[in-house]
């Protein structure tokens, strides 16, 4: 069974920094490209960031290009997301999915939540 | 960047009811486009990808149509766990989610 169990999210100041993980279990986790989708209280999803099997790859957002840095350790099964400079509209659930083009599975997601 | 707009907003309908649900992108998607249900409190599940092919465990009165610019999910015989958002995504070009569409019952 897929698992997909993400870590990390808290309450942060504007400028400030933080870093989500995502443990990942029951498939191979260095065959899948993986991303991270977020999702504002009471709002839709928005596509973050992806990320290659190798790593070599990274694909971002406009808004948070610059500030967010995806990343990924194959040994571990894990995904991360570093975030920088955070702002309040960065304020989301964020989720940590598989796939490259569709995301076939999700984690339970994270609360983040950007404030003074 | 690839918009996409989907319509209705919210939605009522009865048990038993068939319910279509339409989403437009902004340029030629060429079929690349899926559907997600978010049940209240819980994480997106794909349904529908490559427009009309069915996910692995998806109920079959669930289906996906559509070409060019211009996509639909129907859910036939509406049953009360459907009640959710509804979710399209364009992967043609980068990744847009449509705005959804929240479902509820009559």
């Known amino acids: 069974e897929v698992q997909l169990v993400e870590s990390g999210g808290v309450l942060v100041q504007p400028g400030r920094s933080m870093k989500l993980s995502c443990a990942a279990s029951?498939?191979?986790?260095?065959?899948?490209?993986m991303a991270w989708v977020r999702q504002a209280p009471t709002k839709g999803l928005e596509w973050v960031a992806t990320?290659?099997?190798?790593?070599?790859?990274?694909y971002y957002r406009d808004s948070v290009k610059g500030r967010f840095t995806i990343s990924r350790d194959n040994a571990k099964s894990t995904l991360y997301l570093q975030m920088d400079s955070l702002r309040s509209e960065d304020t989301a659930t964020y989720y940590c999915?598989?796939?490259?083009?569709?995301?076939?599975?999700w984690g339970q997601g994270v609360m983040v939540t950007v404030s003074s | 960047d690839i918009q996409m707009t989907q319509s209705p907003a919210s939605l009522s309908a009865s048990l038993g009811e068939t319910v279509t649900i339409e989403c437009r992108a902004s340029?030629?998607?060429?079929?690349?486009l899926a559907w997600y249900q978010q049940k209240p409190g819980k994480s997106p599940q794909l349904l529908i990808y490559?427009?009309?092919s069915l996910h692995t465990g998806v109920p079959s009165r669930f289906s996906g149509s559509g070409s060019g610019t211009q996509y639909s999910l129907k859910i036939n015989s509406l049953q009360s766990e459907d009640v959710a958002s509804y979710f399209c995504?364009?992967?043609?070009?980068?990744?847009?989610f449509g705005g959804g569409t929240k479902l509820e019952l009559k």
């Open positions: 999915t598989t796939g490259a083009l569709y995301f076939d599975y």
């Open positions: 029951g498939f191979t986790f260095s065959s899948f490209p």
């Open positions: 990320i290659s099997t190798s790593g070599g790859s990274t």
């Open positions: 340029e030629d998607i060429y079929n690349g």
């Open positions: 490559n427009a009309n």
């Open positions: 995504q364009q992967y043609y070009n980068y990744w847009t």
